[in-house]
């Protein structure tokens, strides 16, 4: 909904990526003024049509709808993105159809290190509902000893310094530095900020960090892909789900 520039550009990679891999994808773009009644109506229309399996609603939406009665309403058998609350929940079991996008694609960044998590000192910063919360759960499924930050968190550095693996997702560019990581920790930088000059970069300082970690995720070119490849692996599963009902 609305014009927001960096929407854009995540919507189109989205249909982009579906395009290459044969996933048929329908995109309603809907001007800023529509009413949550409107928008309401037209996931119930996409929750009962047949031909499609999952449903994205790219956020964030304008201030006047209310994001939890939009997520409440998606048929959480087509909740690609797992955020309506029976998928959340199911997460913290660790029963569930689906995981939440970027945090399943860190998971994977993780996993290709050939580092086992299990028994490790895991730090989180950030605890967003998408990415910091269910991103600690993930580390605990996998037996990780993990610890969240956020902007409370006193002595962050102390805190970040212990981390085997740490995981940033705090929206500030590059606020996590070199002399902030342990020597051979493995970084994973979520966030995504664009400077003035347009440059896009992380919420970890890349240079200081890459001298440090033994291995670190480039932004762009890390998390943001594996986000999208979970969504494509997600929508698969909500096909096969959908075929068995
Ligand atoms: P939110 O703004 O929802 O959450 C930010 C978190 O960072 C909060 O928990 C906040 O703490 C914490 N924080 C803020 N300031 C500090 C500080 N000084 N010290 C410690 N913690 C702090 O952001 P999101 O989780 O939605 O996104 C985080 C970043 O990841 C953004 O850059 C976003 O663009 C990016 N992103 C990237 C994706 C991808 O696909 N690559 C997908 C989703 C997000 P508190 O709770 O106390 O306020």
């Known amino acids: 909904m609305g014009d927001d520039p960096a929407s854009r550009v995540y919507v ?20 800023a003024e529509t009413t949550e009644e409107q928008l309401l109506e037209l996931v119930q229309k996409l929750n009962n049509k047949p031909d499609i399996s999952g449903i994205l609603v790219q956020l964030p939406l304008p201030k006047h709808i209310n994001e939890e009665t939009i997520i409440n309403a998606i048929d959480p058998s087509k909740d690609v993105d797992a955020f309506h609350p029976m998928n959340v929940g199911k997460i913290m079991i660790g029963n569930f159809d689906f ?14 290190t050939g580092i086992d998590v299990a028994g490790k000192e895991c730090v989180v910063v950030g605890r967003s509902n ?8 993930l580390l605990l499924h996998k037996h990780g000893t993990v610890t969240i930050c956020h902007s409370r968190t006193k002595n962050l550095a102390a805190v970040t310094k ?6 940033v997702a705090v929206g500030i560019a590059e606020f996590i530095k070199g002399d902030m990581i342990k020597p051979g920790a493995v970084v994973i930088d979520v966030g995504m900020n664009r ?4 440059k896009l970069v992380g919420d970890v300082h890349f240079e200081s960090a890459s001298k440090v970690a033994s291995a670190i995720t480039p932004v762009p070119g890390g998390v943001g892909p594996m986000t999208i490849a979970m969504l494509m692996k997600n929508t698969v599963k909500s096909a096969i789900i959908q075929s068995e009902k």
Do not use: F, H, W
């Not at 995981?99 to 290709?112: R, S």
């Not at 400077?195 to 347009?198: P, T, V």
């Open 99 to 112: 995981l939440p996008c970027t945090p399943a694609g860190v998971m994977e960044l993780i996993n290709e």
């Open 195 to 198: 400077l003035e000059n347009k």
């Open 12 to 31: 189109n990679s989205k249909k982009k990526a579906c395009a290459e891999i044969g996933i048929k994808s329908e995109e309603y773009a809907l001007p």
């Open 162 to 167: 212990r981390a085997d693996i740490l995981v």
């Open 130 to 137: 998408i990415v910091g919360k269910p991103q600690a759960m």
